[in-house]
């Protein structure tokens, strides 16, 4: 139980491009959803939390305009990266939390997706 | 900067040695901390939680205990396997259960 997917796994862009990654939680419905973004060999950072049915909240010096997301429904949650530049290559992971006291209580992640702008 | 942090960035253990692996963390108001093992090119894997009203917790192979008063965080995992190679990460929670992580421990069990 509590399982998280992300669509695509590995994305390669053009510069100025528009990248949507989706996640989804497969087996509970996830009252909120986190982006994360990682370096390589670094921690993961924070980018943004997203409520169901409201708009998302950014973390300090993530630009929103720039990574939209979405989270329409309580088991899916979209992010899309616009104008990408080579410098937002990066590993982004979102990760779910459901209902309190459900099996996604706590945090759990997906797989991440990789994205690679040239 | 960091509010969550790790002691070590490597540690290297014997197949069958018993790993420890140590956080310390800088808010004392934190009431939740969550360790995950990640594993290259992969997502975070959950691997035990605990709340700040306990001072232990025990998984399969694994135990948290967590130290208040030093606001001190381990994960001690037993019988150290192969798969058990990762970069393993403590996080604590900042609030409405948003996770700041640590700089990460790299565990390579040595065969």
């Known amino acids: 139980g509590a399982v998280v997917s992300q669509h695509p796994s590995w994305v390669i862009c053009k510069s100025g491009t528009s990248v949507k990654i989706e996640c989804r939680s497969l087996?509970?419905?996830?009252?909120?959803m986190f982006w994360y973004r990682q370096f390589p060999k670094q921690s993961l950072m924070l980018m943004a939390t997203?409520?169901?049915?409201?708009?998302?909240?950014?973390e300090q010096g993530v630009e929103k305009d720039k990574f939209l997301i979405n989270h329409a429904s309580l088991t899916l949650s979209t992010l899309t990266v616009t104008s990408a530049h080579p410098e937002d290559s990066s590993f982004y992971i979102c990760?779910?939390?459901?209902?309190?006291?459900?099996?996604?209580?706590?945090?759990?992640f997906g797989p991440g997706t990789r994205l690679l702008v040239l | 900067g960091e509010s969550v942090g790790l002691h070590l960035p490597t540690l290297s253990v014997q197949e069958g040695d018993n790993s420890i692996i140590n956080c310390a963390y800088s808010?004392?108001?934190?009431?939740?901390f969550i360790w995950y093992k990640q594993e290259s090119g992969k997502g975070p894997q959950f691997i035990i939680d605990?709340?700040?009203?306990?001072d232990k917790r025990q998984g399969q192979r694994v135990t948290v205990l967590l130290n208040k008063t030093v606001k001190h965080l381990s994960l001690q995992i037993a019988a150290t396997q192969p798969g058990d190679s990762a970069v393993y990460f403590c996080?604590?929670?900042?609030?409405?259960?948003?996770?700041?992580f640590g700089a990460g421990t790299t565990v390579t069990v040595r065969a």
């Open positions: 996080a604590e929670n900042k609030g409405d259960y948003k996770l700041s």
């Open positions: 087996d509970f419905q996830a009252t909120t």
């Open positions: 808010n004392s108001a934190s009431d939740y």
């Open positions: 605990i709340r700040s009203n306990m």
């Open positions: 990760s779910a939390r459901g209902l309190a006291g459900g099996p996604g209580e706590t945090q759990y």
């Open positions: 997203s409520n169901e049915g409201s708009k998302a909240t950014y």
